[in-house]
């Protein structure tokens, strides 16, 4: 079981980037996924997750309006759309999957059990 992903970089203030994280070994039927960005100072809390069964979405309060998940089932992949990003985006974005939550909007504050490497998103001003 593990969770490829791909995208990141460093981009300027305003502009977008899109991360990508895939399901290898294992499918995300019945599944959520989650994006946590990591970094000094941070909470552990989700910022996106998109659950399986039905793509609810959920996001927080920082980034409503700018960023956008969605999952392609048929490669088994989530995209995190980062639009508008700000240097206060800046952290190490790491994706996690488990089994679909019974209350959806746990997903973000949750438990997981697989997570990605880690991608570097840097956003300056």
């Known amino acids: 079981v593990q969770l490829v992903e791909s995208g990141g970089g460093s981009v300027q203030a305003g502009e977008s980037l899109t991360l990508s994280c895939t399901a290898s070994?294992?499918?995300?039927?019945?599944?959520?996924v989650a994006w946590f960005p990591r970094g000094p100072g941070r909470e552990r809390e989700g910022v996106s997750c998109?659950?399986?069964?039905?793509?609810?979405?959920v996001f927080g309060d920082s980034v409503k309006g700018r960023f956008t998940i969605s999952l392609d089932s048929a490669r088994d992949t989530v995209y995190l759309q980062m639009n508008a990003l700000k240097p206060g985006d800046t952290a190490v974005y790491t994706c996690?999957?488990?089994?679909?939550?019974?209350?959806?909007?746990?997903?973000?504050?949750?438990?997981?059990?697989?997570w990605g490497q880690g991608l570097q998103v840097t956003v300056s001003s």
């Open positions: 996690a999957s488990r089994y679909t939550f019974r209350d959806r909007t746990d997903c973000l504050a949750g438990e997981y059990d697989a």
């Open positions: 070994g294992f499918t995300f039927g019945h599944y959520a």
């Open positions: 998109i659950d399986e069964r039905d793509d609810t979405t």
